[in-house]
Every structure is written in C-alpha cells, then in structure tokens.
DNA sequence: TCGCATAATACTGTATCCATAATTATGAAT
DNA sequence: ATTCATAATTATGGATACAGTATTATGCGA
C-alpha cells in the first residue's frame, strides 16, 4: 500500500531486542544488575529509549524492576520451572491436537521435513542445532494449531524459560530420547490421531522439565549470589 | 524488612494503572487514540513516565504502538474472541481440576462463601456485582491451583478481554444461565469430582464466549471509525 | 577493633529541549 | 472543481539536564 507502512522499528524495540539476545546467550545472567547508564554509553544512545526496552522486557519478566532501586534480570527458581513447564506441556499438547486435525497433505510434508533437520542436527550432534532444529518443529505445530493467542503465550513463556541455561541437551542420552519422543509425535500427526499426538506432546515437555531437573540435581553448586555490582541488593523477602 | 522494602511505586506505574481504569471503563474505547501531549497535561506530569506507562500498556496488549505515528487503544477482532476464550477454557478448566484435588475443607468453605454473595448479587439482578463476584470466584479456583505462572496467564489474558463490554451479562437470560453454571461447578468441586469440575469449566467459560457472541450479533452496527482526532490513521493492511 | 552516625557518591526518576517524521493546510495547475 | 505538489504545523522520538533517593564511604565514639 503506502510506503509508510514499512515503519522503521524504534530504537527502544531494537534495543530491547539486543537485551533479549544478550540475556537469553546468558551474557547477562540472571541476578545480574543491570545499569541504564554504563548500557545507554555501551550502546551510545541515551537512556530514554534504554528505559523504555526496560520497561517492555519487565512485562515480558526477563527482568526485574525495583523502584528506585534499579533492575536485574529475572532469576527463575525451581518453582517457577515446576509451574511452567505443566502449563507449557497442557498449551503444546493442545496444539498437538489441534494440529493433527487442521493440518493438511501439504502441512504434513512440511512438518516432516523439519523433522528430518531435527533427525540430521542429532546425527552430527550438533546440540545448538537440534536446538533451533527443535524450536522450528514446535513453533510449526502451534502455528498450525490456527491460534495465534495459544502460540503467543507459549512464545511469551519460552522466553522466560531461556533464561535456564539450556544444556539439559547434553545430559546423558538426553539428546537421543528427545529425537524419539519428537518421532512418535510425528508419527500420531500423520496418522491422524489426535489425542494420542497431544498425550505424547504433553509428556514431551514433562521429559524436559525432568531432564532440567536431573541436571540442576547433578550440579548442587548454584551460583551463591548475584553477580556483583553494587552489592547484594536483592531482598526475597 | 528492611525499611526500604516499602518502594514508592513508580509515577509510571500509577499512570499505568489510571490508564488502565479508563480503558477498562471504556471512557477511552477501543480504536481512540491517545495523545501523549493532552494526557501528560491532564495528569500534570511531563511526556517521559507517560511514555513508560505506554510502553507497559503495549506489552499488555491494551494498547498498539505504530511507531511515529502514535498509540490507539487495542480493538479486538471477533477472531481474537474466538482464539482467547477457547485458550481460558483449556487454563480455567485446568484451574478448576488441580483445585478440587488440592482444596482443603477450610478452601471449599471460601469457596461456598464466594459463591453465596455471587447467588445475592444474581438475586439483587446487580449486573456489576455479579460480575465482580464472578471474578473473585474464579480468582480464588486459580489460587487453590496453585500455579502461580497459570493464574498469571489467565490474569493477563483477562485484562485484554476487558478491553469487550462486559454488558452480555444483560443478555436475556444469561446471568441465570451464569449463576446455574457456577451452581453446578462449585458442586463438582465439593464432590471432590475433578474430571468433572475440569469440564464444566471448561463448558463455563465457551458458554460465556456464545453469549458474546450473540450480543454482538444482534448490535450488528458496530462503531464505523474509531474515534476522531488526526484521523483514520490505523490501516489494517 | 567494632558499631553507628553522617557525609559523599552514584544511580534512578522526572522534566525540558531539540530533531525528525507524519499529517494537514494551502495553493497552483489542469 | 479537483488533484497534486509544497509548505506549515503538530506530535512523536531521542538527548540532555536536574532532582531525589539509596548505597557506600568515612570518621567518630565506645
């Protein structure tokens, strides 16, 4: 249409999009404190826009604001993982079912091609790319789930569980369990069997909330305190 | 403990919150756009924690930000209706499971209690206290759930609901129709049936979704444009 | 030497100012 | 009269400056 529809994005979007990245590479990690000035001179803008990304990553909860006080990114504790994973595995599975039932010939093709990516990444074990490999996969389910509120939800929630380091891919046999698990999936979408695919989705996603928690369990040293700054100022009250 | 613990909130967080009441009371109605100049002499405060305050209502979805252009209050298609009250159906059902397994008799007495003053309020035909005695019962299954990340979803995905009048409930018979649901699911919970209670729920809210629906249905001379100002700037491409 | 009070410092919160882009108004040409 | 181009206006985006509060450092007293 017109040409002003291709709106240059604002720059506290880009930068918040730059926080992102930083925080999810664990860059920034959580507990670290997070200071508007030393940013805004690092990135040479000026802390207006700097704290507007602030502003919008709080909503999204990768970081925490404290008034007057200042902001650190968000640290999850097991709790929070214990909560979100259920939630995460009832909207997957969800879409699972949905999937199954709306895709079609065409989507089928599709899914299995992402599939044969996730199959060749585990091959090489190339843990980064059976990551992205696996994201895409899921991500193609929602989208073919057709609700676009179900998968901004679990979008929202996956970001917030990018702020777990995730290594529980290099556990043991982790790896080679998570590629069986996707093939059954695949195989209960092409046989058309709906609640089947989304019972396999749902413990799908229990299984990684599990192999999180084997490997929190394995390394019993958690960093003891935020990282420096100005001090320890946060209180769990 | 420590003194400093009682944080001030931020001026953005109460420009937030203000802003919030108006766009729920519909005094600002979907499709108006906001005018940070005219607001920020209202409120007496400069442009900058007004922008914060926007940024915050963005991420919550209340309101869209076209970059350089300016900041309307969202307006929901029946597609988004369709997408989210499905989405509360599968969270609240799920709520309403994990709460009658967890309750405790000392919670299902609340429970009760919640549900009476919902009875007086149908009895007075009090369609807004009706409405907030509904949303303090459904609040308090949420808390028996116990998932603090599931209780939070469903928050937030209220709030944009809210961005609807919230008037189905003058719909012929639907408070009754309301009122017998809530009857029905609060007795599942007591015969500690959560099966039961999970899908009742479930039936609850789609049943609230139809009610909408056919409201909108019958005004079917919608608001043309949104309300005046510099004007028809959203293009929905 | 340790604890507390006070001063210095550094960061966040808010206001003001300037630049830029979008919209509206104006005017000329067809 | 209508349409397009151009100028003026207005609002948003970003930078800078100032104020207030929380933390840290310093020094006095026990």
Chains 1, 2 share one sequence.
Request: charged share 30%; aromatic share 4%; proline share 4%.
């Amino acid at each position: 249409m017109s040409p002003h529809n291709i709106a240059q994005p604002a720059l506290y979007q880009e930068v918040a999009e730059r926080l992102r990245q930083r925080i999810f590479s664990h860059e920034l990690e959580p507990g670290a404190w997070v200071d508007e000035q030393t940013l805004a001179e690092q990135y040479g803008i000026s802390r207006t826009p700097l704290r507007e990304a602030l502003k919008v990553l709080a909503s999204e909860g990768l970081v925490t604001l404290k008034p007057r006080r200042g902001c650190y990114v968000t640290q999850l504790a097991e709790r929070d993982l214990d909560d979100i994973f259920p939630l995460m595995a009832l909207l997957e599975g969800r879409c699972a079912f949905e999937a199954t039932q709306r895709a079609t010939p065409a989507d089928l093709k599709r899914l299995e091609s992402l599939h044969e990516k996730l199959e060749r990444q585990a091959a090489k074990g190339d843990i980064n790319g059976f990551f992205e490999a696996n994201h895409a996969f899921h991500e193609a389910v929602q989208e073919l789930s057709g609700n676009r509120w179900v998968k901004q939800v679990i979008d929202d929630l996956r970001k917030v569980l990018k702020l777990t380091r995730r290594d529980s891919l290099r556990l043991d046999g982790r790896l080679k369990q998570s590629l069986e698990e996707h093939r059954r999936i695949l195989a209960a979408i092409r046989e058309r069997d709906a609640a089947t695919a989304e019972a396999l989705m749902h413990a799908h996603l229990l299984s990684g909330r599990a192999a999180l928690a084997k490997m929190h369990a394995a390394a019993l040293s958690p960093n003891p305190s935020p990282a420096g700054g100005r001090g320890e100022r946060i209180s769990h009250g």
